[in-house]
């Protein structure tokens, strides 16, 4: 029972967190679940929310597998460290900012549309419509997908590929029996994170898709909590938002169970199919292409940044003093996520690895991303409902918003420590159990020396997302309290593009030190 | 690191403890922005009333309303400054505001003003703006915009989401009445795309994504003074342009009722409206003795300023934003 404390304590305060929230707006009025199910503007609503879910889901992930297999077997590279930090940008760019990077690439006046211009060809109208938020999801969620399908490749024994390599294993031979078997969990993982991230995107959906026929349930939400302010009914929709999101997410995940790998020596040895010039070709071009796909918009952000005036933001106080609290609640948020993430773990591969519970422990670790899936604009409200009975609800906005930001970050924390947690039990439990090897001589011994690597990369994902993240600060902002993607949107929502532009190049930045420093200061000099 | 972070969100939220009387005002962020109107307009209320004014800012009027709504009596504002028009019927219906007991004769908004809780202290018109570089015969009237060419495609925000967007539906219902969604179908082709809010659909327009974008009529005025930027201007309509007004009002259970009242007199007064035409980018609720600055002179007139009465908006808006879908979607 000992192990399952922890995780037993974390899924309390999620369970607490969702039920609470949701059930102060549901409390508000009579529910209506009538009206929901027979408004008919709501069922198309949720078939083109499925809908393009389900697709970007399939492009980003699809993508992202050839990608990671290139980036695994590629192992040596110049500039390989630096690709990977860089295509954690996406991640933290603010979904306006993406926007117009990806409009200054790809759009009506874009770079690509001025290219095929100057050889001749007409500006083509691609991207406002599905194109557009196909594009748009697969920035934010392929190299996503690639970051957390990486280090499950590179988790592949050195025995294997050695045996492999006796074999004579034919490069399809490789992923049919070696590598598919081995990453597959990882993928189901990384579908269900996308899956959800997509089904609860919004302001990509609206802009890029050209027109209200675009419209998630997330849009919904939003517009029943700010114009129409039917708290019961927005209560309503994000539970159908909760459920529609955690189904089918577990249904995905439950298609990829880990699976066991017998404790080997750790020896390395080269992969056998790395020969062959083909390959070679084959592996740098998609990494090249997905590095120019990705990469061409952050420039675009940036270019746009350093077109701006650089100087006059950057003397700005606020900026720093947002750039300050940023940080500080980027610390505190990820260290709360990757502490309930490791809690959370420790209980679900005990269920995996020594009681052989599989679905409890699916259960557990899907639970982990309950609060992805609700708008930050209805956790806000329901925690400043919750909150009133206690005084001035505001005046705990910046725990509230620790709080929130550390609940968005355990999904990823999650993912990237799920697969090696749960590999370390499953290679090292019985000799850990045969040596009386427990606590904090387990811990030192076994668990530290193979989790520092992933762990530092889930407190830089974590802190890098939070420092972009608007979250529930828009609602709960005062004069004191201005992060830098608030200030932000203040900038853009007043003529200051070019002010908005710095002070991108500015959170860029401090996401990426971030990134950077705490994978390094965490997860020491070894490779993630 | 930690006890650093925790240090910092400490020190932050200490501050909100000063010194009696302080006087409560509930606004958009745009507004107390260093670069908005709020900083300069605080400074001059603090040195003639001798207390502090302190600024809660969100997101924007529609959030302002929903926050004031879910803190009900036991509000800390005194003053709400940032609701729009087509929101004051709903405010009204919270029985949160006190009414304002003022005359209102002398009031600059055009069609007058005759509400009696809430005083408005500025206005402006939605527009259509163009780069005069880029499109040389703008179109003169909604009816040509409607009707224009598909190719030359335009930049919209969504009304469920945007209070501009709201401001053209309701602007396309005053000029076409009951065939407002046959006149959606017909200009279905020349939207490009239909933005969550302003800053959207406004930054795609600077990036050269279409010609044309829902904004305001005092927008190139902006460009012109802030930057030095001449080349934006926006397309007179010949049948009139809708009109957004902003408005304020003392909340019922105000702490400091006295101060709030002095707080919506000095909000008519010169040494507040002043701060208007260049901080907030609106027109200013009244004339101002120096005139506006120099800039606003380029600006277009409307003909005709277009509104619908707060009540009939507010009757009204689900069945025309149900209109707008079905002309958009399917």
């Known amino acids: ?528 | 690191m930690r006890y650093l972070s925790t240090l910092m969100l400490a020190l932050c939220t200490a501050s909100a403890g000063a010194a009696p009387p302080t006087l409560t005002v509930y606004t958009y962020s745009s507004f107390t922005a260093d670069w908005g109107p709020g900083p300069a307009i605080a400074e001059a209320f603090e040195a003639e009333c001798g207390c502090a004014l302190d600024f809660v800012a969100v997101d924007d009027g529609v959030a302002l309303l929903g926050r004031i709504r879910l803190e009900g009596p036991s509000s800390k504002a005194d003053v709400v400054l940032g609701l729009d028009t087509n929101l004051v019927a709903e405010a009204r219906a919270s029985g949160l505001f006190a009414p304002h007991g003022r005359r209102v004769g002398q009031l600059a908004v055009p069609g007058g003003w005759r509400d009696d809780v809430f005083l408005p202290y500025d206005y402006g018109y939605f527009a259509f703006v163009y780069n005069t570089e880029v499109l040389a015969d703008p179109p003169r009237s909604l009816r040509e915009l409607v009707t224009g060419p598909a190719e030359q495609k335009i930049l919209i925000q969504d009304p469920r989401t945007s209070t501009p967007g709201l401001g053209l539906l309701l602007w396309v219902r005053q000029v076409y009445g009951e065939r407002a969604g046959a006149a959606w179908k017909q200009l279905r082709p020349r939207i490009l795309t239909v933005s969550k809010g302003w800053s959207e659909a406004y930054g795609l327009f600077l990036e050269g994504e279409a010609p044309l974008v829902l904004s305001y009529t005092t927008s190139p005025a902006y460009h012109l003074i802030a930057e030095g930027d001449k080349r934006f201007a926006a397309a007179a309509f010949s049948e009139g342009h809708y009109l957004q007004v902003e408005v304020a009002a003392r909340l019922k259970g105000a702490r400091e009722p006295e101060l709030a009242e002095r707080f919506l007199d000095f909000m008519l007064s010169e040494r507040f409206q002043r701060h208007i035409p260049t901080g907030n980018w609106m027109y200013p609720a009244v004339a101002l003795p120096e005139g506006l600055p120099e800039g606003y002179e380029t600006l277009i007139t409307p003909a005709r300023a277009l509104s619908f009465p707060p009540e009939e908006v507010a009757r009204h808006r689900k069945a025309w934003i149900d209109e707008w879908l079905a002309a958009l979607s399917s």
Do not use: K
Not at chain 1, 58 to 85: H, I, K, N, Q, Y
Not at chain 1, 189 to 208: E, I, K, N, P, R
Not at chain 1, 292 to 316: E, M, N, Q, R, Y
Not at chain 1, 458 to 472: E, H, I, K
């Open chain 1, 1 to 528: 029972m000992g192990r399952l404390a922890p995780c037993l304590g974390v899924l309390a305060v999620l369970g607490v967190t969702v039920v609470a929230t949701l059930g102060a707006l549901l409390l508000t009025a009579p529910a209506g679940w009538s009206d929901v199910v027979h408004d008919v503007y709501l069922r198309r609503v949720v078939a083109f929310t499925f809908w393009q879910a389900s697709l970007s889901t399939l492009v980003s992930v699809g993508l992202a597998l050839p990608v990671a297999r290139a980036l695994a077997r590629r192992e040596r590279f110049p500039g390989r460290d630096w690709l990977l930090r860089l295509l954690g940008l996406p991640l933290v760019v603010p979904t306006i900012v993406a926007v117009f990077g990806i409009v200054a690439i790809y759009g009506q006046n874009g770079l690509l549309n001025r290219l095929a211009g100057a050889v001749g060809l007409g500006p083509g109208q691609y991207l406002y419509g599905l194109p557009g938020i196909l594009i748009a999801h697969a920035f934010f969620n392929l190299p996503l997908a690639i970051r957390l399908l990486l280090p499950v490749w590179q988790s592949v024994p050195g025995e294997s590929w050695r045996l492999a390599a006796q074999l004579g294993m034919s490069g399809g031979q490789v992923w049919r029996l070696v590598e598919w078997p081995l990453v597959r969990h990882a993928v189901a993982q990384a579908a269900g994170l996308v899956f959800m991230l997509c089904f609860t995107s919004f302001a990509v959906v609206l802009t890029l898709g050209g027109g209200p026929a675009a419209t998630t349930i997330e849009v919904a939400i939003y517009q029943a909590l700010r114009f129409d302010f039917d708290l019961a009914r927005a209560g309503l929709l994000a539970l159908l938002q909760v459920v529609c999101c955690l189904g089918i997410a577990a249904a995905v995940q439950a298609m990829g169970r880990p699976q066991w790998v017998e404790p080997g020596a750790g020896r390395a040895h080269a992969r056998p199919d790395l020969g062959g010039r083909v390959t070679q070709v084959l592996d740098y071009t998609c990494i090249a292409l997905v590095a120019v796909a990705t990469l061409l918009p952050i420039g675009a952000v940036l270019s746009a940044g350093l077109a701006g005036p650089v100087f006059a933001v950057l003397g700005d106080p606020r900026l720093w003093s947002s750039a300050l609290l940023s940080l500080g609640i980027a610390l505190s948020a990820s260290t709360l996520a990757v502490l309930a993430a490791v809690a959370l773990l420790i209980g679900s591969r005990e269920l995996r690895v020594v009681r052989y519970r599989e679905g409890l422990a699916d259960a557990a670790e899907l639970s982990g991303s309950a609060v992805l899936v609700i708008p930050p604009l209805v956790l806000g409200t329901g925690a400043f409902l919750l909150l009133r009975p206690l005084g001035d609800a505001f005046a705990w906005a910046p725990a509230i918003v620790i709080g929130v930001n550390a609940l968005m970050g355990l999904p990823y924390a999650i993912r990237v420590l799920g697969p090696p947690m749960t590999r370390i039990a499953s290679q090292h439990e019985r000799l850990c159990a045969s040596l009386g090897l427990r606590g904090f001589a387990r811990l030192r011994l076994v668990e530290w020396p193979l989790l520092r690597a992933p762990l530092g990369l889930a407190a830089a994902l974590c802190a890098a997302l939070s420092t972009g993240d608007l979250g529930v600060i828009a609602l709960f902002g005062s004069q004191d309290t201005t992060t830098l993607p608030l200030l932000l949107y203040q900038r853009l929502a007043s003529y200051q593009m070019g002010e908005a532009a710095v002070t991108a190049l500015v959170l860029l930045a401090l996401s990426l030190g971030l990134f950077a420093a705490l994978e390094r200061a965490i997860g020491g000099r070894a490779r993630a």
